[in-house]
């Protein structure tokens, strides 16, 4: 279809416009989207990406080299303007320019800029070939556009119907015939979604090899942006981060062969002075779970390249002639509107489109895990009485965390050793399951199934299963090693080890931990190790595809010594992940806001401990324990034997509100109201999907005498309503949100408050 200068994709005839999509069920959600997202100019040489308030174009110019235009607000017409062309003196020239020295691709925008074609700024790829070639030189050669969103084999990716999304597939081949580069792009016009991801094809007759590959890459031609991103360590993960872009480059990523406490896979480029309700920002989340580089920085003539991708360092993935490979996919985001916008496309994309199965629109158990209760010195006795206690206080699950399997009484010795230790549970896994499903009680495991100790039956029987360099002592985390899943036969007999478990009784619940960092990268069985960390990726995300069919009603959470691989990759399996080991509540309020920006409240595991806090001995209300922990999936880390009758029925309390809110906290729009590494106030809020229901909280982070009054301005509101409160006061929702409301002061140390509103 023609229309306006513009060639249209197959599907509805309808012209290009906007339509109301109603979502029933969990999670009521209006879309506003398009028949067509993706239109491309009569000449088949422009290509314009619609999303509901966004506009991506690229071009390929006359020379074959695919260009980008354009990314921000929703915009009609050509954006090839803004190119400009100027002899920028020592910027090499392709030779199809001929004398023209204004044409370069060390200062034009480009879609997926590679090594070997002037371009000395950060590229998105890097080749190497056999005979000692280096880079290569990609031009348009073809492009296809089609109903739904593609998927990738082996790994991850955002999903969504026919009638939710399309795809625009861009083919680039290389002018000395060695490879072609199919550029994908996803689009969900109702979320202001687009994914990217490329797959590189060697077309040549030797092996190529790929040492650098960024999923995405994004060119601004001017501006002035702060690079945000979320840097932490064990027990203080995703800190929030913000600084200049300037004329260099700033760089994150991880080489700890997992995405890391250290830096999370995710970038936000906002312009200068965006705050959370007004301002331009882009975000890139990469749907990887291994060793990721991330960076963005100025050119000397003012532009800005911002890039995520895979670890380039111990990288150099070897493919043969004929064969392909994929790289992950990287969730892309825009909003003119601030901050706090762009969370919520990416929230509603992670909610429906990347986590799945069952648990996807579920609202998860309350459970009570064992691990501060007991550690690992425990019986099934000891189980039994947790499991009797969780019943009393109404929660719904109970976990059974390290300790259950071989001769694991420490953290030095059991770990590959998966089967049931009969002695210490003092009799079998089947009748412990049995008894704790008849207390009213859903079950849960923990297992670390890509571990494993030197003391163990596994390790004695299959020492090279482990990643170890040869010649080398090996280097110890935790006192355990990390076994090689980038070999089958190793994912296989791990897997098979462990779903005998599974299946001597129907287990509702697993978590999933990895303890360590990868340091020692070496396979026995691979011909070539700069493939082997990649690969061993692949084998973790077969192994859970793997998990995740054979017992789709079981849910999995993901860990890593807490939050050590939290990313969209592993939310794709694991449709929560435990947020951080450490659950002192202050500390959580800062991980879990940083966490927010790019990550909704259903996915951040989160539990009430005791105080004072084991990890840093800070003494908390226990109703501020429960507030914060409520803003995720909320549980209990504690042994309830050891509590007052005041407590318990605190507890039960807590439990009871959590139900009644739960709804709202993991559908509703997450609202940051203030900064809690700067105020004295911690604050956020859940509104409903059709503004029916507020849900304010509030923690005091500080306390002082005769300290002022605290307001705290809502957002989200329906102008000109009226909410109401539970002890039935009404507020005119504009002054809510322009003027605010006092939060109570109480006395002593970080109290809190939490008020749910009801539109009237």
């Excluded at 023209?100 to 002037?118: A, C, K």
């Excluded at 990347?354 to 007991?374: H, Q, T």
């Amino acid at each position: 279809m023609n229309d306006g200068g513009y060639l249209y994709s197959s599907g509805s005839i309808n012209r290009l416009s906007d339509c109301i999509k109603q979502k029933g069920s969990a999670g009521r959600e209006s879309e506003r989207r398009f028949n067509m997202a993706i239109a491309v100019s009569e000449n088949g040489r422009i290509f314009t990406i619609h999303t509901a308030s966004t506009t991506y174009q690229m071009m390929a110019d006359k020379y074959g080299v695919l260009l980008h235009l354009y990314y921000g607000r929703r915009s009609e017409g050509t954006m090839d303007y803004l190119l400009t062309y100027h002899d920028r003196g020592y910027c090499a020239n392709i030779y199809d320019a001929g004398e023209d020295r204004t044409y370069s691709l060390d200062f034009l925008p480009q879609e997926f800029p590679v090594s070997g074609t002037g371009d000395t700024r950060s590229t998105a790829l890097n080749l190497e070939y056999g005979s000692g070639i280096c880079g290569c030189d990609l031009r348009f050669e073809s492009y296809a556009v089609k109903d739904g969103k593609y998927g990738l084999k082996g790994l991850p990716a955002v999903y969504a119907s026919e009638d939710e999304a399309q795809t625009l597939e861009i083919t680039l081949a290389d002018t000395a015939g060695m490879i072609r580069a199919k550029l994908l792009y996803g689009v969900l016009p109702g979320l202001d979604i687009i994914t990217r991801s490329v797959i590189i094809t060697n077309t040549s007759r030797e092996e190529v090899r790929v040492t650098k590959i960024m999923s995405a890459s994004l060119d601004q031609v001017y501006g002035d942006y702060d690079l945000i991103t979320f840097y932490g360590r064990h027990c203080m993960e995703r800190n929030f981060q913000r600084n200049a872009v300037a004329h260099m480059e700033q760089w994150i990523g991880s080489r700890r062969g997992a995405s890391s406490h250290q830096f999370n896979p995710m970038m936000i480029l906002a312009e200068r002075g965006t705050d959370e309700t007004a301002g331009g920002c882009y975000a890139m989340q990469f749907v990887y779970s291994g060793g990721f580089s991330g960076c963005a920085g100025m050119d000397p003539f003012g532009q800005t390249r911002m890039q995520l991708g895979l670890m380039q360092e111990k990288f150099n993935y070897p493919i043969a002639p004929g064969e392909s490979f994929t790289a992950p996919e990287v969730i892309m985001s825009y909003s003119g509107s601030g901050l706090e916008k762009l969370s919520d496309n990416l929230h509603r994309c992670i909610r429906r489109h990347v986590r799945r199965g069952k648990w996807r629109d579920k609202i998860c158990p309350v459970l009570l895990n064992s691990w501060e209760a007991y550690y690992m010195d425990f019986d099934g006795a000891d189980i039994l009485a947790l499991a009797e206690q969780a019943a009393l206080l109404g929660m719904d699950m109970l976990v059974l965390d390290d300790g259950w399997f071989g001769k694991r009484n420490d953290d030095s010795s059991g770990l590959g050793d998966w089967y049931v230790n009969e002695e210490k549970l003092g009799g079998k896994m089947k009748e412990l399951i049995y008894w704790v499903h008849r207390k009213g009680l859903k079950f849960g495991l923990w297992v670390e199934p890509e571990m494993v100790n030197e003391d163990s039956d596994l390790y004695r029987a299959h020492s090279d299963w482990a990643m170890v360099i040869p010649g080398r002592k090996p280097v110890r985390g935790r006192s355990q090693l990390v076994l090689d899943f980038s070999r089958k036969e190793v994912v296989d007999s791990i897997f098979e080890s462990i779903c005998k478990v599974l299946d001597m009784g129907p287990v509702d619940y697993l978590k999933w931990d990895y303890n360590r960092s990868i340091s020692d990268v070496y396979s026995y069985a691979a011909q070539n190790q700069g493939s082997v960390l990649y690969d061993y990726i692949l084998g973790l995300y077969d192994f859970l595809e793997r998990l995740t069919q054979r017992y789709p009603d079981m849910l999995i959470e993901g860990c890593s010594g807490g939050g050590g691989r939290f990313d969209a990759g592993m939310l794709y399996y694991t449709p929560q992940i435990w947020c951080s080991d450490n659950t002192d509540p202050i500390d959580r309020l800062r991980i879990q806001y940083g966490t927010s920006f790019g990550y909704p409240a259903c996915t951040m595991g989160a539990h009430v401990s005791v105080s004072p806090n084991e990890q840093d001995g800070r003494v908390t209300p226990l109703s501020t324990r429960g507030i914060t922990a409520m803003s995720g999936t909320f549980g209990y880390e504690l042994n309830p034997e050891k509590l007052s009758a005041e407590e318990k029925e605190e507890i039960r309390r807590q439990i009871a509100r959590r139900n009644e809110l739960a709804e709202l906290i993991a559908n509703g729009t997450y609202y940051r109201l203030s900064d809690p590494f700067k105020g004295e106030t911690a604050a956020w809020a859940f509104v409903s999907e059709d503004r029916s229901e507020a849900l304010l909280n509030a923690v005091n982070l500080e306390i002082h005498g005769n300290r002022p009054v605290t307001y705290i301005r809502l957002r989200g509101l329906e102008p000109g309503a009226f909410y109401e409160d539970e002890n039935g006061k009404v507020y005119p929702a504009d002054a809510l949100m322009q003027a605010g409301i006092p939060m109570p002061m109480p006395f002593g140390d970080y109290g809190s408050t939490q008020i749910l509103f009801k539109k009237k």
